[in-house]
């Protein structure tokens, strides 16, 4: 078993800056994809950000590329997803998941993702 454990999250002005973290414990040798979801009040939740396994390949929703930034360190056990020029609409709980199916980035699909954290709230104030 996996288990994920987010931090960082809180509360910022727009036009200010996140970073989460997410360690991962437990049978970590079977992680290979991770990445970072989110859910608005009211809404689904939908992938935010990816990593492939080796960090080499990254995928982000339209709404948060240029803003967001994920990373991975495989030594240690971490990912982490930079938050800058952050805007009202990025309010939501984050995610972070972990895949013992995919090697690679995936479609963004629930389903592809078997290990999730509990869940950090990240509030952006106009």
């Known amino acids: 078993q996996v288990q994920l454990v987010e931090s960082g999250g809180g509360v910022v002005q727009a036009g200010g800056s996140l970073r989460l973290s997410c360690a991962a414990s437990g049978r970590t040798a079977s992680i290979y994809g991770m990445g970072w979801f989110r859910q608005a009040p009211g809404k689904g939740r939908d992938r935010v950000a990816a990593?492939?396994?080796?960090?080499?390949?990254?995928t982000y929703a339209d709404s948060v590329k240029g803003r967001f930034a994920i990373s991975r360190d495989n030594t240690k056990n971490t990912l982490h997803l930079q938050m800058n020029s952050l805007k009202p609409e990025d309010t939501a709980v984050y995610y972070c998941a972990a895949s013992r199916q995919l090697y690679g980035l995936g479609t963004g699909l629930e389903r592809q993702y078997d290990y999730w954290g509990q869940g950090t709230q990240v509030t952006v104030s106009s």
């Open positions: 990593i492939s396994w080796s960090g080499s390949s990254t």
